[in-house]
């Protein structure tokens, strides 16, 4: 099974992600197609040591910027890295996409090129977070601003079914965010997602709280793609002011610094946990394939945790799932709309 890397697309591309692509391909033996300029490329390999190592290259003469529109991108540069990374899923000779560039053009190439799971209607990006009972799979984190109550209902079963399949978690619990616990909290879209939901053949939780993410209360948590992103942005954040914080304080004083020398393989082991390279990326849920979107600014570590986990997403059979798990819960369709619309009528 190959992964294709659009070695394009990142913010220090190409030579993040053929650094990345190395070392996967070495630590992991996977084998991988890296797709972009040719002589570019094959200047990259040149200075890393990659006799035995299963990696090709895949010529594209087009890339996909960071201000470029997405459906401009995917529509008029045909030839652009990221979206023949996902054709070569199409055509059998890759089993994953990996792209650090353009999230959107990202997105949307996954969709245009190799369709949507039937039933799906709109394509979510997940994310893993660490907590204190191990990981929560988060989405959508910013595919879709704008949701529907059916939208996020299939958010929750796509989510389900990769937290299984892909993550190992036997039975994970959905939880959905909102404001509260109770019933009565939320706005319109949670409040008819969680009716929805209860519908479901899924192990749904009810309402969680912003809180509750970190704490492991469930292991998937569903919401639209403006609140996930900024739940994200704002976990980042928080990592980073965090970390910052504490080494200001360390250095303050003599006591401090003493201290730290004791605690430091613990404090080595926190920065771990936290550390988003060691996911790479976040899955996009709910295309007829499999694609990975890393952060632009990505670096080799990011980049081979990427491939690794495109890898071990591709050997799931997490799309099948999904389409299976849809059809026995018929009510995340669009037919609850239309037929609500003619009780109205």
């Given at each position: 099974m190959r992964v294709a890397v659009d070695a394009m697309g990142g913010d220090n591309a190409p030579?993040?992600?053929?650094?990345?692509?190395?070392?996967?391909?070495?630590?992991?033996?996977?084998?991988?197609?890296?797709?972009?300029?040719?002589?570019?490329?094959?200047?990259?390999?040149?200075?890393?040591?990659?006799?035995?190592?299963?990696?090709?290259?895949?010529?594209?003469?087009?890339?996909?910027?960071?201000?470029?529109?997405?459906?401009?991108a995917v529509r008029k540069k045909k030839n652009s890295s990221v979206r023949l990374a996902f054709e070569l899923v199409k055509e059998g000779k890759a089993s994953a996409a990996v792209s650090a560039g353009n999230s959107g053009a990202t997105m949307a190439a996954g969709m245009f090129v190799l369709k949507r799971i039937n039933g799906i209607e709109r394509p979510a990006i997940a994310q893993i977070f660490p907590t204190l009972k191990g990981k929560t799979l988060v989405l959508d984190v910013g595919g879709n601003v704008d949701c529907k109550p059916q939208h996020l209902a299939q958010f929750a079963i796509m989510g389900e079914v990769y937290a299984h399949y892909a993550l190992g978690i036997t039975?994970?619990?959905?939880?959905?965010?909102?404001?509260?616990?109770?019933?009565?909290?939320?706005?319109?879209?949670?409040?008819?997602?969680?009716?929805?939901?209860?519908?479901?053949?899924?192990?749904?939780?009810?309402?969680?709280?912003?809180?509750?993410?970190?704490?492991?209360?469930?292991?998937?948590?569903?919401?639209?793609?403006?609140?996930?992103?900024?739940?994200?942005?704002?976990?980042?954040?928080?990592?980073?002011?965090?970390?910052?914080?504490?080494?200001?304080?360390?250095?303050?004083?003599?006591?401090?610094?003493?201290?730290?020398?004791?605690?430091?393989?613990?404090?080595?082991?926190?920065?771990?946990?936290?550390?988003?390279?060691?996911?790479?990326?976040?899955?996009?849920?709910?295309?007829?394939?499999?694609?990975?979107?890393?952060?632009?600014?990505?670096?080799?570590?990011?980049?081979?945790?990427?491939?690794r986990f495109a890898h071990d997403y591709a050997k799931s059979g997490v799309t099948q799932r999904v389409a299976e798990k849809l059809s026995e819960n018929s009510m995340v369709n669009t037919q609850r709309d239309s037929q609500k619309t003619q009780a109205i009528a």
């Open positions: 030579a993040v992600e053929v650094a990345g692509a190395v070392a996967a391909c070495r630590e992991f033996g996977i084998a991988i197609t890296l797709v972009g300029d040719r002589a570019r490329l094959e200047d990259e390999l040149s200075k890393h040591r990659i006799n035995g190592l299963d990696i090709d290259i895949f010529h594209a003469s087009e890339v996909v910027g960071m201000h470029d529109s997405a459906s401009d039975n994970p619990a959905v939880g959905l965010l909102s404001n509260g616990e109770e019933d009565s909290k939320g706005n319109e879209l949670t409040r008819e997602t969680n009716t929805i939901l209860r519908e479901t053949s899924l192990n749904y939780a009810g309402y969680v709280e912003g809180r509750d993410l970190f704490k492991g209360t469930v292991e998937v948590i569903v919401c639209d793609g403006f609140v996930g992103n900024v739940v994200l942005k704002l976990s980042e954040g928080l990592a980073e002011a965090a970390a910052a914080m504490l080494k200001q304080e360390i250095v303050k004083s003599w006591v401090s610094k003493l201290g730290y020398l004791f605690v430091r393989s613990a404090f080595h082991r926190f920065k771990k946990i936290v550390d988003y390279a060691e996911y790479g990326g976040a899955p996009l849920l709910g295309i007829n394939g499999v694609g990975m979107i890393c952060h632009g600014g990505s670096n080799v570590k990011a980049i081979k945790n990427a491939i």
